[in-house]
């Protein structure tokens, strides 16, 4: 998925936007993004480490559902509330 600003990650990455974590398909849920293929890296995991994205208020995280279940999504925004 791509935001308006170009900021991409796959649908079951992990992003916080302003401050809450959640999957990136469920962030351009919100704010309607575009499906683009391309290919996406994901941080390498750091304690707590967040990546600036091009979209004020959006953030990367080491962190992806594997599946993209919103059982998924709610333990890692749990991990990622407690700073891991």
């Known amino acids: 998925y791509s935001d308006i600003s170009g900021s991409c990650a796959t649908s079951g990455h992990i992003v916080v936007f302003h401050g809450e974590a959640m999957m990136m398909g469920s962030y351009c849920k919100r704010v309607k993004c575009e499906d683009r293929a391309m290919y996406v890296n994901s941080p390498r995991y750091q304690r707590a480490r967040r990546v600036r994205s091009k979209t004020g208020g959006l953030e990367y995280t080491a962190f992806a ?8 999504e709610s333990v890692m925004r749990t991990a990622v509330h407690i700073g891991l």
Not at 65 to 72: F, I, P
């Open 65 to 72: 559902a594997r599946y993209g279940t919103v059982v998924e």
